[in-house]
């Protein structure tokens, strides 16, 4: 802000004249945990021979830095003008560092091994991560080949259903007056129009079965540690079910 105006048009007429500005610097969002431990800002002015910092926000990823800092300019130049015009403050964010003990096991292996080490155990983690979502993917499979089929026999049912009753009626329409009574054709209608499909929860009840004693085989054979499926040649032989 200018001692003399609060605003003008003309950058220009600044020109000789000391001035002020306030910086802040409120608060920010960190995406990564890993800097939880502290944080700060730091930036530079023109003219300044050190860096500003403020101060540290410890435990917190979304620290509020709280900082302001009023800067005068006791003659402003050509030079003044260029850099707000043309220039721009840099702010950099910084994370704390924790310091903790160092392996005995570590500190012996030269830098090549440790690399190696390191490779090694992100190979491990993706390993078991490909592992993780095979097995999600194998379960989501198994369950969506479960839904069609209940769905496919679902509608077998209720196509069935559509027919007999068009069936009953067209049967009904073509009997002399005198049969046309209305119970038997109530009761017939009603048998064909409200039959609950027990076949269709039958088979349900089944394949659901089959995908709880699939997931326990699954879970005894991690167990077991050697992959073995004691459970395979059992579900194998079944004539009751088939193990897709």
């Not at 089959?210 to 459970?231: E, F, H």
Request: glycine share 6%; proline share 2%; charged share 25%.
């Amino acid at each position: 802000v200018s001692t003399q105006s609060t605003g003008v048009e003309d950058s220009s007429e600044l020109l000789g004249k000391p001035y002020y500005y306030k910086v802040t610097v409120k608060s920010c969002e960190i995406r990564d945990s890993r800097f939880n431990v502290g944080s700060y800002v730091t930036y530079k002015m023109e003219g300044d021979e050190t860096e500003t910092k403020t101060s540290i926000v410890k435990e917190s990823l979304s620290p509020a830095f709280d900082h302001s800092r009023v800067i005068k300019i006791d003659t402003v130049t050509q030079e003044t003008l260029d850099f707000f015009e043309n220039s721009c403050i840099t702010f950099l964010l910084y994370g704390c560092q924790e310091d903790r003990e160092s392996d005995v096991k570590l500190m012996k292996l030269t830098t090549k091994e440790l690399r190696q080490r390191e490779e090694t155990s992100g190979q491990i983690h993706t390993n078991t991560l490909t592992r993780q979502l095979t097995k999600n993917v194998v379960d989501e499979s198994a369950a969506l080949k479960t839904e069609i089929l209940v769905l496919k026999r679902r509608n077998d049912i209720l196509t069935k259903k559509e027919k007999r009753i068009q069936g009953i009626v067209t049967e009904w329409g073509k009997k002399p007056p005198e049969e046309q009574q209305f119970e038997p054709y109530h009761r017939a209608i009603s048998a064909a129009a409200f039959n609950t499909g027990t076949m269709l929860k039958s088979a349900a009840t089944v394949i659901t079965q089959v995908i709880k004693a699939q997931k326990l085989v699954g879970a005894m054979s991690a167990a077991n540690g050697d992959g073995s499926t004691p459970l395979a040649s059992k579900a194998a032989g079944s004539k009751a079910c088939s193990v897709m």
